[in-house]
């Protein structure tokens, strides 16, 4: 059984920083790209990152560029969100998903091109 696992969720104060890590177990996904979304209370989920399965191509959210930095190691199976300098407007449950399809060139950002997904992590900044 696939099973897609973040950790590294919790409360920081505005400026602060946070590590999101994702575990994959059941299969690789090293041949699949790899994002991170998240969804705020009474909001969709929205895409926040992404990468490449060749990596290191990546791509963000406008929203979260510049201070966000998605990447992985698949020799471990894990993808990172490295998030820096948060604003109370990243509070959300953030979720790590894998491309549906395998060994894809572009990168995508729809909900609906991600099949595995996480149980997602909560982070929450304060002002």
């Known amino acids: 059984q696939v099973h897609l696992v973040e950790s590294g969720g919790g409360l920081v104060q505005a400026g602060g920083s946070l590590r999101l890590s994702c575990v994959a177990s059941g299969r690789t996904f090293s041949t699949n790209n790899m994002a991170w979304f998240r969804q705020a209370p009474g909001k969709d989920r929205e895409f926040v990152a992404a990468i490449r399965w060749t990596g290191p191509n990546t791509y963000y959210a406008d929203s979260v560029k510049g201070r966000f930095t998605i990447s992985r190691d698949s020799t471990k199976n894990t993808v990172y969100l490295q998030m820096d300098s948060l604003k109370p407007e990243d509070t959300a449950v953030y979720y790590c998903?894998?491309?549906?399809?395998?060994?894809?060139?572009?990168?995508?950002?729809?909900?609906?091109?991600?099949?595995?997904w996480g149980q997602g992590t909560q982070v929450t900044v304060s002002s």
């Open positions: 998903a894998a491309d549906r399809e395998t060994l894809r060139i572009g990168i995508v950002t729809k909900l609906n091109e991600y099949d595995f």
